[in-house]
């Protein structure tokens, strides 16, 4: 099984700031990775698919990079409805493995 | 619009069966594939199972061999997941995705269902 590998597991930020939430593949997935953002209560939402492709409808501020076993989600200029969790989602192969989670949380 | 609707909350003793349907609209149904999904309260998102609409091949995650089957009607364009022998642990929201069946990471866990809470408990 291909593990994800996400961190940081949370982390405290301001409106504005520039934060970076990186995923590390066991073994290599070319750019078969997306990005989704979970609020409390709802089902999760994709931001970015193929690696660093923006889903339609999804703010600018919001971007991926990568490729192989390493991606980024980075969002240049946080907003206060950005506050949420993230998760990356490898479909290179079976098992579908998530990472961790990454909660974004106001300083 | 494109969308997936799930069935609604489910409450069962341990040890039953549970069954939750995902009804699709807005695109061809079969040229695609559904994912299960699963989050435990407070947890992360965990990958159960696949299914292929348009063959009905399955991948189970292999925690799940043997309790859970997944399946389609493409005359009404829901897709199920059965879930047997239900234990405590398996309290969780069950949320269903469509996935790809040939590589187009365009389709791959781009729509969700709203999400069934399934509770276990006697």
């Known amino acids: 099984d291909i593990q994800m590998t996400q961190s940081p597991s949370s982390l405290s930020a301001s409106v504005g700031d520039r934060v970076t939430i990186t995923c590390r593949a066991s073994?290599?997935?070319?750019?078969?990775l997306g990005w989704y953002q979970q609020k409390p209560g709802k089902a999760p939402k994709r931001l970015i698919y193929?690696?660093?492709s923006l889903q339609s409808g999804v703010p600018s501020r919001f971007s991926g990079g990568g490729s192989g076993t390493e991606f980024t989600l980075t969002i240049s200029s946080l907003q206060p409805e950005d506050f949420a969790t993230y998760y990356c989602l490898q479909h290179n192969s079976y098992p579908r493995t998530f990472g961790q989670g990454t909660t974004v949380e106001i300083k | 619009q494109v969308q997936l609707v799930q069935s609604g909350a489910e409450v069962k003793k341990p040890g039953a069966s549970v069954k939750v349907s995902c009804k699709a609209s807005g695109y061809t149904f079969d040229s695609y594939a559904i994912s299960w999904v699963r989050q435990a309260p407070g947890q992360g998102l965990e990958w159960m199972g696949w299914i292929s609409v348009y063959n009905g091949i399955t991948n189970y995650a292999q925690k799940l061999q043997g309790r859970v089957t997944m399946t389609t009607d493409t005359s009404t364009s829901i897709a199920y997941m059965e879930l047997r022998s239900l234990r405590s642990g398996d309290t969780a929201v069950y949320y269903c995705?469509?996935?790809?069946?040939?590589?187009?990471?365009?389709?791959?866990?781009?729509?969700w269902g709203q999400g069934t809470m399934v509770t276990v408990s006697s």
């Open positions: 073994q290599g997935i070319r750019n078969d």
């Open positions: 995705a469509r996935d790809e069946i040939d590589g187009d990471s365009g389709s791959a866990f781009d729509i």
């Open positions: 193929a690696a660093s």
